[in-house]
């Protein structure tokens, strides 16, 4: 019984490696070479995640990135396979707007969003990001802001403004 129990409260995660950089730190001695990695997680049901973390080789860092991201876990509001409303949200330069699509439409989206959305379970949205900066964890942390603004029963207006203005 504790077993089917354990088994239910342990889900099927993946990961995908998102990016991976050395970065030095100059100390009196000489160069400090370590490595970052930014790991994406999620369940393709609802939880996605991103984690950073640097370490001594590689697979450290991997590993530290892929413990963070399972800690920071969000839920993710999925309605019919897209996202309820469109949203939008900015960290730091990163600026990345989603809009829901219609069904059979596909991810319209960059690397780095394609690759939340894909681990997140959605599969009919398209992305824009708006921003200047091309690193991969400003605009992963702008998507997950993005995708934590969602909300469950937003009421979405189907008619345009100039639409409301003739009413």
């Given at each position: 019984?504790i077993?089917?129990m354990?088994?239910?409260?342990?889900?099927?995660?993946?990961?995908?490696?998102?990016?991976?950089?050395?970065?030095?730190?100059?100390?009196?001695?000489?160069k400090?070479?370590r490595?970052?990695?930014?790991?994406?997680?999620?369940?393709?049901?609802?939880?996605?995640?991103?984690?950073?973390?640097?370490?001594?080789?590689?697979?450290?860092?991997?590993?530290?990135?892929?413990?963070?991201?399972?800690?920071?876990?969000?839920?993710?509001?999925?309605k019919?396979?897209?996202?309820?409303?469109k949203?939008?949200?900015?960290?730091g330069?990163?600026?990345?707007?989603?809009?829901?699509?219609?069904?059979?439409?596909?991810?319209?989206?960059?690397?780095?969003?394609?690759?939340?959305?894909t681990?997140?379970?959605?599969?009919?949205?398209?992305?824009?990001?708006?921003?200047?900066?091309?690193?991969?964890?400003?605009?992963?942390?702008?998507?997950?802001?993005?995708?934590?603004?969602?909300?469950?029963?937003?009421?979405?207006?189907?008619?345009?403004?100039?639409?409301?203005?003739k009413?």
């Open positions: 019984m077993s089917s354990e088994e239910k409260k342990e889900e099927k995660f993946e990961s995908k490696l998102l990016d991976l950089r050395r970065v030095t730190h100059v100390r009196e001695g000489g400090k070479l490595f970052r990695a930014v790991v994406v997680v999620g369940n393709r049901a609802g939880k996605v995640g991103v984690g950073v973390a640097s370490g001594l080789d590689v697979s450290q860092a991997v590993e530290k990135a892929t413990y963070q991201a399972r800690k920071n876990l969000v839920e993710v509001v999925i019919e396979g897209t996202i309820p409303h949203v939008y949200a900015k960290f330069p990163a600026k990345v707007l989603l809009k829901p699509q219609r069904k059979g439409r596909g991810l319209v989206a960059g690397g780095t969003v394609r690759v939340i959305c681990l997140a379970g959605i599969k009919d949205v398209s992305s824009k990001n708006l921003g200047r900066t091309t690193n991969k964890l400003n605009i992963a942390q702008a998507t997950v802001e993005a995708l934590k603004k969602l909300k469950k029963n937003a009421v979405t207006s189907t008619k345009t403004d100039s639409q409301e203005e009413a």
